[in-house]
C-alpha cells in the first residue's frame, strides 16, 4: 500500500511556463485535495474532488485547474506559472461521507518558479 | 465560518519537559478538531482528533489534546518531550463542508 504518491518531488520553472502535478491513491478513497503550504500560513486548499467526476474551488484556487482523471488520480495543473506559486503542494485524500474521516497526505512536490 | 489560531510559531523545550502547543479554533457548527504532524520534508500525520464524546483524546508518540468547549481550545500536550518529537505541529477544523482549515502551525524545537 503506497497511500498517496506525488510527482515529481522537485520541480524549477520559469515564469510563464505550464506544468501538472499529478497524485495517485490507492486506498480506493472517494474524497481528493490539493493545498498549497507557505511560511506561516499553514496549508491552503486550492481545489478538491469530493467524489470523482465532481471538482470545486477551495481558498485559493487562481492560477490552477484540476482534472479527477479517475477514482485514484487527481491532477493539479499551472497553466502560466508566477513566482508567487512558488510553494509545496501536498495531495491528500479521505473516504469522504463524514466530518470525521482522516486526510492521508502525500509526500508533497516542491516548487521554484523563477 | 470556521478559523483555527496557534499561539505561537515557535516553540522550545528541554528534553524531558512538557510540551504544550496551544489552539483555539472558531467554529459556527459543533466542531471536529484534529492535530496533524509534520517532520521534515514529508508530508502530514494525523496525531489525533476530536469528533464526539470524551474529550480527553489520545493520539500516537504520547501526546494527546483536550476539546474544552467554553474556552474554544484544543491544546496538544505531551508530559515528556523526546528528540523525535521535533517537528512542525498543525491544528485544523472541518467545516460544514467537509473541508479542513489549517492553523498557521507550530515548530517544536526539542533541546537536548
Known amino acids: 500500500n503506497a497511500g498517496v504518491t506525488q510527482t515529481p518531488k522537485f520541480q524549477v520553472l520559469k515564469t510563464g511556463q505550464s506544468m501538472t502535478l499529478q497524485c495517485a491513491q490507492d486506498?480506493?478513497?472517494?474524497?481528493m485535495y490539493w493545498y498549497r503550504q507557505d511560511p506561516g500560513m499553514g496549508l491552503r486548499l486550492i481545489y478538491y474532488?469530493?467524489?470523482?467526476?465532481?471538482?470545486d474551488k477551495g481558498e485559493v484556487p487562481n492560477g490552477y485547474n484540476v482534472s479527477r482523471l479517475n477514482k485514484r488520480e487527481f491532477s493539479l495543473r499551472l497553466e502560466s506559472a508566477a513566482p508567487s506559486q512558488t510553494s509545496v503542494y501536498f495531495c491528500?485524500?479521505?473516504?469522504?461521507?463524514?466530518?470525521?474521516?482522516?486526510?492521508?497526505f502525500g509526500p508533497g512536490t516542491r516548487l521554484t518558479v523563477l | 465560518a470556521q478559523s483555527v489560531t496557534q499561539l505561537g510559531s515557535h516553540v522550545s523545550v528541554s528534553e524531558g519537559a512538557l510540551v504544550l502547543l496551544r489552539c483555539n479554533y472558531s467554529?459556527?457548527?459543533?466542531?471536529?478538531l484534529f492535530w496533524y504532524v509534520q517532520y521534515p520534508n514529508q508530508g502530514l500525520q494525523l496525531l489525533l482528533k476530536?469528533?464526539?464524546?470524551?474529550?480527553l483524546v489520545k493520539g500516537i508518540n504520547g501526546f494527546e489534546a483536550e476539546f474544552k468547549k467554553s474556552e474554544t481550545s484544543f491544546h496538544l500536550t505531551k508530559p515528556s518531550a523526546h528528540m523525535s518529537d521535533a517537528a512542525e505541529y498543525f491544528c485544523?477544523?472541518?467545516?460544514?463542508?467537509?473541508?479542513?482549515?489549517f492553523g498557521s502551525g507550530t515548530r517544536l524545537l526539542v533541546r537536548p
Open positions: 491528500a485524500s479521505s473516504d469522504g461521507g463524514g466530518r470525521y474521516n482522516e486526510q492521508f
Open positions: 486506498m480506493n478513497h472517494n474524497s
Open positions: 474532488s469530493a467524489s470523482e467526476g465532481t471538482t
Open positions: 467554529s459556527s457548527v459543533p466542531p471536529y
Open positions: 476530536y469528533t464526539t464524546g470524551a474529550t
Open positions: 485544523a477544523v472541518m467545516d460544514s463542508s467537509y473541508k479542513l482549515i
